[in-house]
């Protein structure tokens, strides 16, 4: 039987890398995005590799179009097996320079987004004893400097993916959480900060990431086949946290290190 899999913020970047993996094993795909073209091109591409299935516009803040999406896929699917929240948005900004607007935008679709999709899911997913995605991120576990409010959101998606692996055992519903690093991606498009110097670092990381989303996509696909519940596409990631679990001070004083630095170029720049 084929495989049948729901895929936020699908439009582009690791949401269609993710689609198209899946759409290579011959995968019944239900698209969502608020991206229209975007999710038109990427139905386009997961029907050339093999796979099918349909798009839906769905904003994630909104909890109404995500249980029509849910209804949406039980009538052409006939149910779903695998839920990936992957719709996010990128921001940034030192905690003094944050509005309390962009911390409400920030939880709103990173963390209360990833809440709604799988209570809006959670119905199918008891049926099919089927399995949760959530897309964290390395922020989420290392809190880099000039980031509160994506770290809070995306450890949040974390701490949210810890309950739900407890709580859904029994029924039978495998949990995931993947915590990418930096990745060429365009995430940059949904950027929002204070300034715009802190929009060309990030932009320089994502540049200089030696990962593209497909790889992510592969290595997401093959860890989630073994059961794997956290997932660190990346290597660095890999060492990073493992010397924070080991030593957390030393990687605190590093990061206090780095906010030093961004404070300086952000005050020459």
């Not at 320079?97 to 199918?124: H, R, T, Y």
């Not at 859904?168 to 995931?176: C, E, S």
């Amino acid at each position: 039987m084929q495989t049948r899999i729901m895929i936020t913020g699908a439009g582009s970047g690791l949401g269609r890398e993710m689609a198209l993996r899946w759409a290579r094993e011959g995968s019944q795909l239900a698209l969502s995005d608020v991206n229209e073209a975007g999710l038109a091109e990427t139905l386009k591409l997961v029907r050339e590799a093999g796979g099918d299935g349909f798009t839906q516009r769905c904003d994630v803040r909104d909890y109404s179009q995500l249980t029509a999406f849910a209804q949406a896929c039980e009538e052409r699917l006939e149910g779903i097996d695998i839920i990936v929240n992957n719709a996010g948005v990128a921001s940034g900004g030192f905690f003094s320079e944050l509005s309390l607007e962009d911390w409400e935008w920030q939880i709103s679709i990173n963390l209360m987004g990833v809440v709604k999709g799988c209570k809006a899911f959670l119905p199918l997913l008891e049926r099919s004893q089927g399995r949760i995605v959530n897309i964290a991120s390395m922020a989420a576990l290392m809190q880099g400097p000039a980031m509160s409010n994506y770290n809070v959101a995306k450890a949040g998606v974390v701490a949210l993916s810890e309950s739900l692996l407890i709580e859904l055992k029994q029924q039978g519903i495998g949990v995931h959480v993947v915590c990418p690093s930096f990745f060429q991606t365009n995430l940059l498009d949904s950027f929002r900060g204070p300034t715009p110097a802190m929009k060309a670092q990030v932009g320089k990381l994502l540049e200089g990431s030696p990962i593209s989303a497909a790889e992510i996509a592969d290595y997401i696909y093959q860890e989630i086949a073994k059961g794997e519940f956290m997932i660190l596409p990346h290597e660095m990631g890999r060492m990073a946290w493992a010397l924070k679990q080991k030593n957390p001070q030393a990687l605190y004083a590093e990061m206090a290190g780095m906010a030093e630095k961004m404070r300086a170029k952000a005050q020459r720049g």
